[in-house]
């Protein structure tokens, strides 16, 4: 006759040799201690992320649930090369299956579109967006990396991304020179918490394709080292979206506080430029 759970002694210790008894389907089969740590950490269909800081558990009176968990999720450092950043704009990861109950991809962690938090000196933070991501490798859009010790790496949530447009609804708008900011409404008041620029596109209506714009948080200093070379488009077509460049965006002038302004302004000026368009991302973290 069998003995039900409720009467064997209690186990104060796991053993590598231990066996657990699973029922699938009404037939009742064994499991090691072994093949259960493969089936939670090792098997992509099975496997979980390793508890990060701000986890928390939520009981309902019947099961324990993921509780409240803080805006951004600590990338375990084993995962990725703390040393420094591969270049002002990429971080190496080590790639591979996990190890531990530690994801090792970077696309274990992170998407395109979604928010990239980078401590580089204590208390220092660089924010950007993913703009491409593989098992070993994460590309962001945002203030350029100093070449030095990664402190903490993190992944935010889609409600910090915010984007912004202006327009200038005017003909050559490029001949108003690099120190006067674009009117006639190309500019936005910001409200709300501090945000970071992490990229800008531009498009015009025109045949110029030698045109650069740069921006300015609130009349500071330009917020790229290059600014965009706006591509040319016809006298009644845009011209396709050009993208701010991989890490050009300066740490120290992308800040953004609530009631600030932001404008943009012509840095280099050259042929036919109309009706401008600049679409912003911002993370506010």
């Keep these: 006759m069998g003995v039900s759970i409720s009467g064997l002694p209690a186990s104060t210790e796991l053993r590598e040799a231990d066996v657990f008894e699973i029922e699938q389907g009404g037939v009742s089969k064994k499991l090691t201690k072994t093949q259960l740590r493969q089936l939670l950490f090792s098997d992509p269909a099975f496997s979980i992320n390793a508890p990060q800081n701000g986890d928390s558990l939520v009981y309902n009176g019947t099961e324990w649930l993921p509780g409240w968990r803080g805006k951004w999720r600590v990338v375990n450092q084993a995962a990725y090369t703390e040393s420094a950043p591969a270049s002002p704009s990429t971080i190496t990861f080590a790639g591979g299956a996990a190890v531990n109950g530690i994801r090792l991809r970077a696309s274990d962690y992170f998407r395109v579109g979604w928010p990239v938090r980078v401590e580089i000196g204590a208390g220092i933070y660089h924010y950007g967006i993913c703009t491409a991501v593989s098992d070993t490798l994460l ?20 409600e910090m991304v915010k984007h912004v447009e202006m327009r200038f609804p005017g003909n050559t708008y490029n001949t108003l020179g690099a120190t006067v900011p674009l009117n006639n409404g190309c500019i936005h008041r910001w409200r709300g918490d501090v945000g970071y620029l992490v990229a800008y596109s531009c498009c015009h209506m025109g045949t110029s394709s030698t045109t650069v714009v740069n921006l300015k948080m609130s009349g500071g200093s330009n917020v790229s080292s290059t600014g965009v070379t706006v591509g040319a488009g016809t006298s009644t077509t845009h011209g396709v979206f050009v993208d701010s460049a991989l890490g050009t965006l300066i740490a120290a002038n992308v800040q953004i506080v609530d009631k600030g302004t932001i404008t943009a302004v012509v ?10 368009v600049i ?4 993370i506010v973290p």
Aim: aromatic share 6%.
């Design 267 to 276: 840095t280099t000026a050259g042929g036919t430029a109309n009706y401008l």
């Design 279 to 282: 679409c912003m991302t911002f």
């Design 139 to 158: 590309t962001m859009s945002g203030a350029i990396l100093p070449i030095s010790t990664i402190i903490s790496l993190a992944v935010g949530t889609q």
